[in-house]
């Protein structure tokens, strides 16, 4: 076996101080189909509003989150999408995805429309014309560099280069949702495993015994250093296949969960975690190595709810006490862990002056993958892009640990297509949540849902007949926003677009 020994360039430290005084440098931690559950950091909280561990909290191991929770700021309620396209094109353009209308997840090689999902749906993705965080922020003078998943594009398509779409550099993104393996031994897929889904542009590791998670962590260490000399601030958009299917062992955590009751793809899973969250650490060690963790802005967070293989879909497992999980329309499905931080906390950077920090603390107040792109450019300092239309509030007041009074409390989730749950849109509205169900073969017999998540987490109380005035007016402001951001609809058996019914 071949050891991979990564060699590494450190820059002087006089270029680290003198990239203190200047923008700072924003990093996107992002794991794909990490649900809000899938780690030892609390995320739900008790009648008081302090965190409170679940049993999930006690099964993962995820020291480094932790570490970043201590320094920086978790949300308790933030959402992104059901699936991973249409929240990362939400992420990197700050739309909603019934605006930018990349409603389902890309599929590399076909349309993916699903039966009966609306058939203009922007099946293509991002394209060289939108307007993205990396272009703008490459504008401003970013070296912005893309690791991992993209999944912005399918094969062929502008998108499927994340170059094309605002990026200076790329390692191991393109068309795929996830990996043909995990394993350097198999070539990410190249060598065994499945090549359709080939990791690219990590050669050198193939043979090795470097998993996937810590060869895209190298190549991030080696770009972060190549801005660093350059003197350039840097956006580095690093987006982990983990923890996506195939649930594969990563061998170097397994001795944690030797006896325990669980099955060998949840303890896969579980070491899945631990290696993303190694990665965190490790990035986060580096950045202080090179001097400039004080004006680095680090966001971690999920793509999509759970997917953890704990049990049922619909069901109270993979992200209890949420219920359901990734492609449902239930918290679990849609709730993601959200955590902001400097990557060292100090009183005397201009730009931690800029934007500060609740150190430690759980906010309360929701928000959405959508804001990562109002938000981020604030903290750089670099104006919005002028005529450019999106969805995100900016949440530095809530990452200071206030309640935003400006801000909107209802969400739109648009999901026009079949999953693991189908042709839905959920809307909510404080702690009130309407699911609404498209029901393509009957028209005119949607299913209606209204539960009060203030008093039922799980969703188990169906409301929507005891709240007839509440179901109506949830659901004309529903449609109301749909409308406003052009949304598609899907389609009956006849191919008739199916527009929500107000009850
Ligand atoms: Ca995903």
Known sequence: MKRF?????????????????????????LIDDMGVMDTSVPFMVDENGNPR???????????????????????NSFYAQSVSSPSRASILTGQNSARHRTTNWISPTSKNTTPHGPKAWNWEGLTKSDVTLPKVLQSAGYKTIHIGKAHYGPVGSEGEDPKNIGFDANVGGCAIGHPGSYYGEDGYGHIKGAKSHAVPHLEKYHGTDAFLTDALTQEAKREVALAVEQDKPFFLNMCHYAVHAPFMLDKRYVDHYKGKDKSERAIAFATLIEGMDKSLGDLMDY???????????????????????????????????????????????????????WGKNSDTTPAQKRTKIDAG??????????????????????????????????????????????????????????????????????????????????PTEPRYRLFNLSVDLNESNDLSSAEPEKLKKMVEKMVKQLDREGALYPQDVQGKELRPIVP
């Not at 990564?6 to 990239?19: D, R």
């Not at 561990?53 to 949300?75: H, I, K």
């Not at 999920?302 to 999980?325: H, M, W």
Request: hydrophobic content about 35%; aromatic content about 10%.
């Open 5 to 29: 020994t990564p060699l590494l360039f450190v820059p002087s430290l006089l270029l680290a101080q003198e990239q203190e005084q200047k923008q700072p440098n924003i990093v996107v931690f």
């Open 53 to 75: 561990s679940c049993p999930l909290n006690d099964w993962y191991r995820t020291p480094n989150m932790e570490r970043l929770a201590n320094q920086g700021v978790r949300f």
């Open 361 to 442: 603390k759980i906010q309360l107040q929701q928000a959405t993958i959508m804001d990562l792109f109002p938000t981020l450019l604030a903290i750089a300092d670099v104006d919005m892009p002028k005529g450019h239309i999106y969805d995100g509030y900016n949440i530095t007041t809530q990452l200071a640990g206030k309640k935003d009074r400006k801000r909107e409390e209802q969400i739109l989730m648009h999901f026009p297509h079949a999953h693991n749950c189908s042709y839905f849109t959920t809307y909510k509205d404080e702690e009130w949540k309407l699911i609404y169900e498209y029901s393509p073969k009957t």
């Open 287 to 341: 950045f202080e190595e090179l001097g400039i963790a004080e004006n680095t802005f680090i966001v971690f967070l999920g793509d999509n709810g759970s997917d953890a293989p704990l049990g049922k879909a619909n069901e109270c497992t993979s992200a209890a006490p949420l219920r359901g999980k990734k492609g449902t329309e239930y918290e679990g499905g849609v709730r993601i862990p959200f955590i902001a931080g």
